[in-house]
């Protein structure tokens, strides 16, 4: 082949080629509108490469000196806005090593020595991923803080808990917003163990069976903050599934997020009341004046849809591929990229949201003991004060709540003559517990809704995030 047709061929292969690629294999190639997000990851990553190289005496230190100082000057004009991203070189790495040969000349071409494209991307990806998890972990702490902060105002006020979205028993708001803090306390613990599993270094398994060259992996893993470098090459060019468990980590996340944020909309209604946002995270209507309407919440509720989706999409592109790497694997970022820029979003209007809320306690109160709400309480009276069998207690219950139905109220006001007409062992000490706050000074268990429970759990959690 003469030079004129190797300079006809790519620029990565021209030996092996000798014309150019068409131009939908051109498009449906290059990747640098999406994989330059990883220039920070991929420059780090090559700083540590030629130092080793160096170290070991593959490269000459002047050559490895060109090259961090060229990895400077890159670095530099991406932070400027400067750097010339160009779609020829189809991604982040050879749009660096490209930009590297007209700073530094040849001595660019001795820092691919030992590595391919193929650890280089596994590298930038776990880098990524692994800050990610870093920062997710980072962001449900801070939402959990403002949870804590709204749940040691409202540790004794009342609300309705509820099952199945009907009245069940009186709990405290602040109870409540203490089992989003365990929800996302379990979410910062996914990322954290997922962040642990990815943290490996695939740096040095060239393009799926190692190198000849002398390396030094265990160097480039520490360098890199990396516990150790992965233990097979042909797993640390193939392997998503650091990318996978993150995503599945955001996927649960998202989906707490949009529980809450039902809620939140929930009670925003005026049939609820419960609750109430500012300015900053409602919007109007275009039509009705009177509207005030929870978009931050109903979005939240929705980006679990895409979080979900970025999941689904990397499963199905990793399903079926044989080992090592396959080009379907390009299509690993963009959806781990969106549905992380997504979940930052989600958590960052959230944490806001439950710090603006302002709560409707008396309503909350009101409503607490609607429903029958305490009927349980009377139940367990009657097994604790009068020695009946829960099943008896239940059914006994039952005829009363049929009672108060009858006369249309509720149960705690029911006239103690009709409480004892259904069972005389009824007296009026099991009559007074049948108000909310009785009940919900009862439930004294570990974890219960009892106001001192509630505090001793904010508690809790305040030293642990401490």
Not at 28 to 51: F, M, P, Q, T
Not at 274 to 301: C, W, Y
């Amino acid at each position: 082949m003469t030079d004129n047709s190797a300079k006809a061929g790519h620029s990565l292969w021209g030996g092996r080629f000798s014309a150019k690629p068409g131009e939908a294999m051109q498009a449906i190639n290059v990747s640098i509108g999406v994989d330059k997000r990883l220039a920070g990851e991929d420059i780090a990553g090559s700083r540590a490469h030629a130092a080793m190289l160096a170290a070991v005496g593959v490269i000459a230190p002047e050559d490895e000196r060109a090259i961090q100082d060229g990895l400077n000057r890159i670095e530099a004009e991406i932070a400027a806005g400067a750097f010339p991203f160009r779609d020829e070189y189809e991604d982040i790495h050879m749009n660096v090593e490209a930009r590297l040969a007209e700073l530094i000349g040849p001595a660019a071409g001795r820092l691919h020595t030992a590595r391919s494209r193929n650890d280089q991307v596994a590298l930038d990806f776990r880098l990524w991923v692994r800050a990610a998890c870093d920062a997710a972990a980072a962001a449900l702490t801070d939402l959990q803080r403002a949870l804590i902060a709204q749940a040691e105002r409202h540790a004794a006020s009342l609300m309705p808990g509820f099952t199945h979205l009907q009245s069940a028993q009186p709990v405290t708001f602040g109870h409540h917003l203490m089992a989003y803090v365990e929800m996302f306390g379990r979410d910062a613990g996914r990322f954290a163990d997922a962040r642990a599993r990815a943290n490996e270094c695939p740096l040095g398994a060239a393009a799926l069976a190692g190198t000849s060259f002398p390396i030094d992996r265990d160097m480039t893993a520490k360098a890199l903050g990396f516990a150790a470098p992965t233990a097979n090459s042909l797993d640390s060019v193939s392997a998503r599934d650091f990318a996978l468990e993150a995503l599945a980590a955001a996927t649960i996340a998202a989906t707490h997020l949009s529980r809450l944020a039902e809620e939140i909309v929930l009670w925003m209604t005026p049939q609820f009341g419960f609750v109430s946002l500012s300015d900053a995270f409602t919007t109007g209507s275009s039509i009705m004046p009177q509207k005030r309407n929870p978009d931050a919440a109903e979005l939240v509720r929705a980006k679990v849809g895409r979080i979900l989706g970025a999941f689904t999409s990397l499963t199905v592109v990793m399903k079926g591929l044989p080992l090592a790497y396959g080009k379907d694997m390009q299509e690993d970022k963009a959806p781990a990229f969106e549905a992380f820029d997504a979940l930052f979003l989600a958590l960052a209007a959230m944490t806001g949201m439950i710090g603006d809320l302002t709560v409707n306690a008396d309503r909350m109160a009101t409503a607490a003991g609607a429903g029958h709400a305490t009927a349980t309480d009377l139940a367990d009276w009657l097994v604790r004060a009068a020695g009946l069998p829960f099943r008896e207690a239940h059914h006994v219950v039952g005829h009363a709540v049929k009672r108060a139905d009858a006369l249309g109220r509720e149960l705690a006001d029911l006239p103690l003559a009709d409480l004892q007409d259904i069972d005389p062992r009824i007296t009026a000490e099991a009559q007074a517990g049948l108000t909310p706050e009785g009940s919900v000074a009862g439930r004294t268990s570990y974890g219960g809704t009892a106001p001192d429970q509630v505090r001793a759990q904010i508690a809790r959690w305040k030293e642990r995030l401490a």
